[in-house]
């Protein structure tokens, strides 16, 4: 793992970058433009054998030609480190040993209710909105990351 500042200098302005919504449950993706202006929900990843997910990330990544991961980090409000924290620091150590690319993590508080809550004025139904929480959560985490490196 690696911080924001390290991966800007280790990526350049056309990197596509691969977000990821680490849950316990389901993993969404998302996947930035080769100009890195906009983070797009692609796939949300049910989690049954954590193998299988380093299998369908390699996969995605070498099909959309991505140069370093973004994971969303879900900082308590108040900043402290909880165990949610410290699981995804746990996975994302998983997948830095078995995918060469940078990895860095990003503030997420708040990033499944914004999803959540944009879903909603853009009049979704429910059960979409549930369907796509988390491909739409990991694209509020990567454009908050690439918004960051753009400026």
Known sequence: MIT???LKLKINKNSRLIGLDLGSK??????CDDKRLIATPFKTLNVDKFSNIITHLKSI??????????????INMDGSI???????????????KQIN?????????????AAFNLSSELD???SKKSKNIDKNAAAFI???A???LNN
């Not at 389901?26 to 996947?31: E, L, Q």
């Not at 995804?88 to 150590?93: A, G, M, P």
């Open 4 to 6: 924001i500042e390290e």
């Open 26 to 31: 389901r993993i969404g993706v998302s996947i």
């Open 61 to 74: 990544i070498s099909e959309n030609n991505i140069k370093a991961i973004i994971a969303g980090y879900p």
């Open 82 to 96: 909880g165990s949610s924290a410290q699981s995804i620091k746990d996975k994302v150590s998983i997948i830095s």
């Open 101 to 113: 690319l940078p990895i860095a993590l990003w503030d997420e508080r708040l990033s499944t209710s």
């Open 124 to 126: 979704v139904n429910v």
């Open 142 to 144: 990567l454009q908050g």
């Open 146 to 148: 690439i918004d960051y």
